[in-house]
């Protein structure tokens, strides 16, 4: 591990596993299958973890710089999506 990144295996773990928890939620496994165990708490889990890893990738930026990291990274996917949903609404 190398002194400039980080790397929270743990956290990541955690984070799976509360994103298969609310993707079982959504798919009904919960309310049928698993009655005792409260699955709908992953959404919970899931955004407390985003919200720590944003904010430690964040720390040592600016307001602008991370702004302009995210639309970089965001515009470009939603305009190729954005242009397939018109042509596939075409055909």
Not at 34 to 41: D, E, F, P, R, Y
Not at 61 to 90: C, D, E, M, N
Request: glycine share 8%; charged share 10%.
């Amino acid at each position: 591990m190398s002194n400039k990144t980080k790397n929270f295996s743990g956290i990541s773990l955690l984070r799976a596993i509360a994103a298969l928890g609310i993707m079982l939620y959504h798919i009904g496994f919960g309310q049928n299958y698993l009655k005792s165990i409260n699955l709908s708490a992953g959404i919970h889990i899931f955004f407390c973890i985003s919200a720590f890893l944003v904010m430690y990738s964040t720390q040592k930026k600016t307001a602008g710089i991370f702004i302009i990291g995210r639309l970089t990274r965001i515009i470009p996917l939603y305009l190729i999506i954005t242009v397939a949903t018109f042509a596939a609404a075409k055909i």
